[in-house]
């Protein structure tokens, strides 16, 4: 069964910072994301008693002065200010707000009040049996290496849209990964425009794209979890609970759960906005390190835009 999906998302506000971005290139805040997540590896590890900037500076081998310099152009605050938005009473706050409102205006259209920016339409389409026949042997993917604001991506492409993204520590792993995903697809390695709008997604350039396409294998269950994960809104939370009153099945926490582990688009299917009732950020596909480094900064881009 083909089920088609068109809902507008908000990714990140856009502010003043997100012009540093086309000072410094992709590759540069990729490389940088190595550092940045060994800072908030080292926050993490020490939650109870938080670090200096002297103290994060030399863990990651640099002066206070260019740890500074480099953590607030990539995150577009202080590493003291970041800090708070990666603690678990911050986590419960947006979560009682999220409660509250998430659900209605916020949940259902994909809007933040007057943060909201910018839309990008995301439409999803499920691959039919007949495409994802016998592992894909229908399919042919294209697939690429590219970078972002949280380290190296792969992405891979059928004619229909994007079917992949995800975070690379090792490019051999994240092959097998995507072999293993569409094992008897005909895979090449080649980057195309749609690959290229997932990199201006992460420069925060939406204004080249009105739409971007998926074309992914999912049961109904799982496309039903995964549009719900689209309509949380950037700088929000969600729990595994709320998502499974939001699909009207209350009782399938455990099964999304399940869905959302499974979630093959990375980033845009925003899986990391969902956490613990408890506050904590709970695991993530690609790592507890990125996903609190990509909260956080959502979390910086949300509350900067909220004042201005």
């Not at 800072?39 to 670090?51: C, D, E, G, T, V």
């Not at 809007?111 to 592992?135: A, C, Q, W």
């Not at 092959?175 to 293993?180: R, T």
């Amino acid at each position: 069964m083909l089920i088609n999906s068109k809902i507008r998302v908000e990714l990140n506000p856009r502010n003043a910072h997100f012009c540093a971005m086309s000072r410094k290139s992709e590759i540069q805040f990729s490389n940088d994301y190595a550092r940045i997540e060994k800072a908030i590896h080292f926050l993490r590890a020490n939650f109870k008693s938080p670090p200096s900037l002297e103290e994060l500076a030399n863990h990651v081998h640099l002066s206070s002065f260019h740890f500074q310099r480099l953590f607030t152009d990539w995150a577009g605050v202080s590493p003291k200010q970041f800090i708070q938005f990666t603690r678990i009473e911050y986590a419960k706050k947006i979560l009682q707000e999220s409660a509250q409102s998430l659900f209605e205006t916020a949940f259902e259209t994909g809007l933040s009040g007057t943060s909201r920016l910018h839309d990008l339409f995301v439409k999803i389409e499920g691959m039919t049996p007949g495409e994802y026949k016998n592992g894909g042997e229908n399919l042919s993917i294209e697939y690429s290496f590219e970078e972002s604001l949280f380290g190296k991506i792969l992405v891979a492409s059928t004619h229909k849209g994007i079917c992949a993204i995800s975070f690379v520590d090792d490019e051999t792993s994240s092959m097998d990964e995507l072999k293993k995903r569409y094992p008897n697809a005909k895979l090449e390695n080649k980057s195309n425009p749609i690959h290229s709008q997932v990199s201006a997604i992460f420069q925060n350039n939406y204004d080249q794209l009105p739409e971007i396409k998926l074309h992914i294998h999912a049961s109904e269950f799982q496309l039903k979890v995964w549009e719900a994960l689209l309509k949380i809104p950037s700088g929000r939370l969600s729990t595994y609970g709320q998502i499974a009153e939001q699909i009207k099945n209350p009782n399938a926490s455990r099964a999304v759960g399940t869905a959302i582990g499974s979630n093959p688009i990375a980033f845009l299917i925003p899986c990391h906005r969902v956490i613990q009732s408890t506050g904590n950020t709970g695991g993530y596909m690609w790592g507890p390190d990125r996903k609190a480094a990509i909260l956080g900064w959502e979390a910086a881009k949300t509350e900067t835009s909220e004042r201005l």
